[in-house]
């Protein structure tokens, strides 16, 4: 039974460009949620997303992030025209949905930015 | 919004020794979590608990929800224990909020 995969383990970019990181939950769950990790600071919550739908994007920046979950495939964390401060470790995690069940987290991608 | 407070900050000790760290939160919760990530690595749940105790292996987890504050002990350490120990609360269905973690070292 396959873990919560992320892809890439790393990523390097340069200022401007587009970064896309990959989530594929573990089998059987619906619910994913992305959490930055930015150097020597804790873990922040993102957002939170069902199959088709966000429903809490609370935590993501206002400008240049964007997340799916859809219908078929993996999760998608799309951040635009990359800054410096974009550097950090993203991980994603996932789990039923149900208040009893822990959230099962990847091993995170890290993003370089140049 | 919930405030997630950890200590100690940092923790260094001998192989074999009894290891405590604490967590304590301001608002009410469904569920803590306890996490271990080793330097450049994933993340590991290690318990999800809503009240009580929890034991696996060397590791025990205990909460008191009326004093808002849980704790994670390690029993005979060992340098493989070496790793950040994270508290974070929240249910099953919502984003965790996190404490900034403790790193810990255990010298052989």
């Known amino acids: 039974n396959a873990g919560v995969m992320q892809n890439p383990r790393h990523l390097v970019r340069r200022r401007g460009q587009e970064a896309r990181l990959r989530c594929s939950p573990m089998?059987?769950?619906?619910?994913v949620y992305w959490y930055r990790q930015l150097p020597e600071e804790g873990l922040k919550f993102m957002v939170y997303?069902?199959?088709?739908?966000?429903?809490?994007e609370s935590g993501m920046p206002k400008e240049r992030f964007s997340a799916e979950f859809p219908k078929e495939g993996p999760s998608i964390l799309r951040i635009q025209q990359v800054v410096r401060g974009d550097s950090a470790a993203y991980f994603c995690?996932?789990?039923?949905?149900?208040?009893?069940?822990?959230?099962?987290f990847g091993d995170g991608t890290r993003l370089s930015i140049l | 919004k919930n405030e997630v407070e950890q200590s100690p900050q940092n923790l260094t000790a001998q192989e074999g020794e009894f290891i405590t760290i604490n967590c304590s939160y301001s608002?009410?919760?469904?569920?803590l979590h306890w996490l271990q990530q080793h330097p450049g690595g994933g993340i590991v749940s290690l318990f999800m608990?809503?009240?009580g105790k929890k034991k696996h292996g060397r590791l025990i987890a205990t909460i008191n929800i009326q004093e808002k504050h849980s704790s994670l002990h390690i029993t005979a350490s060992h340098p493989r224990d070496s790793a950040v120990y994270i508290c974070?609360?929240?249910?099953?269905?919502?984003?965790?909020?996190f404490g900034k973690g403790t790193h810990l070292i255990i010298q052989p």
């Open positions: 995690a996932s789990s039923p949905g149900r208040s009893n069940q822990p959230q099962h």
């Open positions: 089998k059987g769950h619906s619910h």
């Open positions: 997303l069902q199959k088709e739908n966000i429903i809490d």
């Open positions: 608002v009410g919760i469904s569920a």
């Open positions: 608990l809503s009240s």
């Open positions: 974070a609360v929240g249910g099953g269905a919502d984003g965790l909020t």
